[in-house]
C-alpha cells in the first residue's frame, strides 16, 4: 500500500473534517464541522436556517447562549493566584517554595494570566479547547488554538495527527527562514508564482477581502518515518513529527503542485485536548452553547410567532364586496385626505385583526428557557434574578450553592488539566532554564514573608557579625565576647528594618554564592511535589462563621495548648472549610503564654 504524502493526508483530512459524520450508536449521529459551526452562529446571533422566512419576513433571534457561557465562564474561572506548589517532605520545603516562587515568575512574563481567561471561555463555549506549547526564541509559549484553524480526528484526539491551517503574507513567510527554518528555495518559488488567495474557510468561503495571503497547513503526529527518510523501508515505523506544507491546485483538476517548507521529529505533541466534562468517545465535548441547540430554536420560534401576530395586529385591515376596490390595495394607496367611495349597501369595514393568546406562547417560550437552564445548571439566583417574594435567604444561598456544585466539577477538570500541562509542558521546560544565577522579585503574601524572613534573618544576622569581628581582628584588636549579644541585636534590627522597607516585595537569589543556580541550589529536588490548583466557588458566608467560631476558641485558650482530642478536631474544622489550613497556623511563630495574675495574700491577723 501506498504511503501517502503529507500533502495528500492533508487534503484527505480536510475532506472528511467537512463532510465526515461520526455515529455514537444507532440513533445518535453527528458531524463536528457543523456542530462547531452552529455554535458560532448562536454566539453571534445568527440563524442557521437563514435570516428571513419563506415570506421574506426577518426572523428575530431571541438569544438565550450568551447569558449561559458567561455564567459558565465565570463559574470556572480560574486565575495565577489559584496555581500553588506543595512540598510531599518536609525535607523539600524551602525547594518547594523557590520552585514556587520560579513557576509564578514565569506565569507572570510569559502572560499565562492571558491564557488562562482565553482558555477559560472557549471552554464555556465549546466545552473543550486545544492548546498549545511551543518554545521560541528560548522561550514557552502557550496559546488556545480556534476551533476554526483545526482539523483533528472527532473521536480519538491525541493518537491521530492533527493538522492547523494558518494564512501568512509574502513578507511574513519570507522572515520564517531565518525564524523557523523554512526551506529558502520552496518558500522564494510560491513568492514568485504570485498566487495569493485571501483567507477562507474549511469550506472555501472568503473571509475578508485582503488577497495577499499564503495558505499553509501546520502537521504534527505519529506518522510513517518514512515521509522524513525518503525510504519505503521505514513505512511501518512510526515517529512523532512536525510539517509545514503548502499546496496549489493546478489548472487540471485534481493535480497540485506541493511544496514541504518544514519537516523533522520532535520530542512530545505540542497539542492538548482539554474538556470542562469528557464525553466517552468524542473530540469535542458539549459547552453552554451545544446544550442549548433545541431550546435555542425554540424559543427563536416562539418569539418569531409573537413577532408575525404583532406585525400583523399593527396593520389596518378593510373588507367590502364592492367592485370598485378589486385589485386595489387601500392599505398602500390611500393618503390623508383622499375620500374613499362605495356603491351604495356595498360599506368599506374594517377586519378584526387582534391578536391570538400571546401569552401561551409566552409561556411556551418561557418553559423552553427553563429546561434550557437546567440542563446548563443555571440557576435564576445565578443570573441575577430576585427571588420570589418571602424566600427565605439561607434557603436561596442552598439552591446557589447546590447550582455552583456542578462547576465545581467543571473546576476541578480544569485544574487537572492544569497539572498536566505543567508536567507535561511547563515544569520539563523551566528545569531546561533553571542554570542562571538570576535574582528575581516577587510580592509575597504576608505568610511567604515571615517564611522567606525567618530563613533568611538569622544567617544575615551571623554574616554581619562575623564581618564586625574579622573587622576588628584585622585592626589588631581582640574581639571582647561580652559584645556578641549587643552586636547580634543591634545588627537584627538592622536586617529587620531594611526588611521592613522592601514591603511585601523581596529580592531572592539562589544562595548567597554568586556562582551557584537555581539549578544546583535544586540539584537534589526532583519536582517531587504537589501542584494545587484552586479556584472553586466557596461558601463564603459559612466559612467566615467557622473561622469566627475558631477565632472565639483560640481567644479563650490564652495561649494554653489544646488537649490532642480537641485540636483533631479543630484541625478537621478548618480542613472542611478550605479557607485555612491547619498547617498555615502551625508555621507561626509561638509566643510565650502570658503569665497568670497571682491572687493577692491575705496578710496574717495578729492576735493580741
Not at 10 to 28: F, L, P
Not at 442 to 450: G, T
Request: charged share 25%; aromatic share 8%.
Amino acid at each position: 500500500m501506498k504511503t501517502l504524502t503529507v500533502q495528500e493526508l492533508v487534503r484527505k483530512a480536510e475532506q472528511d473534517w467537512i463532510i465526515g459524520e461520526t455515529t455514537h450508536s444507532e440513533y445518535v449521529r453527528s458531524n463536528i464541522y457543523n456542530n462547531l459551526n452552529r455554535i458560532d452562529a448562536y454566539l453571534n446571533s445568527k440563524h442557521i436556517s437563514g435570516e428571513t422566512d419563506s415570506k421574506g419576513r426577518e426572523k428575530p433571534f431571541f438569544n438565550i447562549v450568551t447569558a449561559a457561557v458567561n455564567i459558565w465562564y465565570r463559574a470556572t474561572d480560574i486565575d495565577r493566584k489559584n496555581i500553588t506548589v506543595r512540598a510531599t517532605k518536609l525535607a523539600d520545603t524551602v525547594s518547594a517554595f523557590m520552585a514556587a516562587l520560579l513557576l509564578q515568575k514565569w506565569m507572570r512574563t510569559s502572560n499565562f494570566g492571558v491564557f488562562l481567561n482565553e482558555w477559560g471561555r472557549t471552554l464555556a463555549r465549546y466545552g473543550s479547547a486545544i492548546v498549545k506549547f511551543i518554545e521560541k526564541n528560548g522561550e514557552l509559549i502557550a496559546e488556545v488554538i480556534p476551533w476554526n484553524r483545526v482539523i483533528c480526528d472527532a473521536i480519538d484526539f491525541e493518537q491521530n495527527p492533527k493538522i492547523e491551517k494558518i494564512w501568512l503574507t509574502p513578507s511574513q513567510l519570507q522572515k520564517r527562514i531565518k525564524t523557523h527554518g523554512y526551506n529558502e528555495d520552496f518558500v522564494n518559488q510560491i513568492i514568485e508564482k504570485q498566487d495569493f488567495t485571501t483567507r477562507t474557510t474549511f469550506n472555501n468561503q472568503t473571509r475578508d477581502n485582503k488577497a495577499d495571503y499564503i495558505t499553509l497547513y501546520e502537521v504534527h503526529g505519529e506518522l510513517p518515518l518514512s515521509l522524513l527518510t525518503e525510504n519505503e523501508e521505514d513505512a511501518n515505523t512510526y515517529a512523532q513529527q512536525m510539517h509545514v506544507v503548502c499546496f496549489r491546485e493546478r489548472n487540471e483538476k485534481g493535480k497540485y503542485d506541493d511544496y514541504t517548507l518544514f519537516s523533522g521529529r520532535e520530542s512530545k505533541d505540542p497539542y492538548m485536548i482539554t474538556h470542562l466534562i469528557k464525553e466517552d468517545g468524542q473530540t469535542l465535548s458539549f459547552g453552554a452553547v451545544q446544550h442549548l441547540f433545541e431550546a435555542q430554536w425554540m424559543v427563536n420560534h416562539s418569539q418569531k410567532q409573537i413577532k408575525d401576530q404583532l406585525d400583523l395586529v399593527s396593520k389596518v385591515i378593510f373588507q367590502t364586496s364592492d367592485g370598485n376596490y378589486v385589485g386595489r390595495n387601500a392599505l398602500m394607496n390611500i393618503e390623508n385626505g383622499d375620500i374613499m367611495v362605495h356603491e351604495t349597501n356595498k360599506p368599506l369595514t374594517q377586519i378584526a385583526n387582534n391578536s391570538h393568546d400571546i401569552t401561551s406562547i409566552q409561556s411556551f417560550q418561557n418553559q423552553w428557557q427553563a429546561i434550557g437552564n437546567q440542563i446548563n445548571g443555571i440557576s435564576e439566583a445565578m443570573m441575577g434574578e430576585a427571588p420570589p417574594s418571602g424566600t427565605a435567604w439561607r434557603l436561596q444561598n442552598a439552591l446557589l450553592q447546590e447550582s455552583h456544585s456542578l462547576f465545581e466539577l467543571m473546576t476541578e477538570n480544569k485544574g487537572l488539566a492544569i497539572i498536566e500541562m505543567m508536567t507535561t509542558y511547563i515544569l520539563p521546560f523551566l528545569k531546561k532554564k533553571m542554570d542562571t544565577t538570576e535574582e528575581i522579585s516577587e510580592i509575597l503574601s504576608q505568610n511567604q514573608i515571615d517564611f522567606i524572613d525567618k530563613r533568611y534573618l538569622p544567617a544575615e544576622v551571623t554574616r554581619i557579625v562575623n564581618d564586625i569581628k574579622k573587622k576588628v581582628i584585622l585592626s589588631g584588636q581582640i574581639y571582647d565576647p561580652a559584645n556578641e549579644a549587643g552586636d547580634m541585636m543591634q545588627a537584627t534590627n538592622e536586617v529587620q528594618d531594611s526588611l521592613n522597607q522592601m514591603g511585601s516585595q523581596r529580592f531572592i537569589k539562589p544562595s548567597e554564592i554568586k556562582i551557584k543556580t537555581w539549578k544546583e541550589q535544586l540539584k537534589d529536588f526532583e519536582w517531587d511535589f504537589d501542584i494545587d490548583v484552586t479556584g472553586e466557588s466557596k461558601d463564603t458566608q459559612g466559612a467566615l462563621a467557622t473561622l469566627s467560631t475558631a477565632l472565639q476558641i483560640i481567644a479563650g485558650l490564652q495561649g494554653q495548648p489544646m488537649s490532642p482530642e480537641m485540636k483533631v478536631i479543630f484541625d478537621k474544622i478548618l480542613s472542611l472549610t478550605g479557607t485555612l489550613s491547619p498547617l498555615e497556623i502551625s508555621q507561626l511563630p509561638k509566643h510565650a503564654p502570658a503569665p497568670t495574675p497571682m491572687a493577692p495574700i491575705a496578710p496574717t491577723p495578729v492576735i493580741k
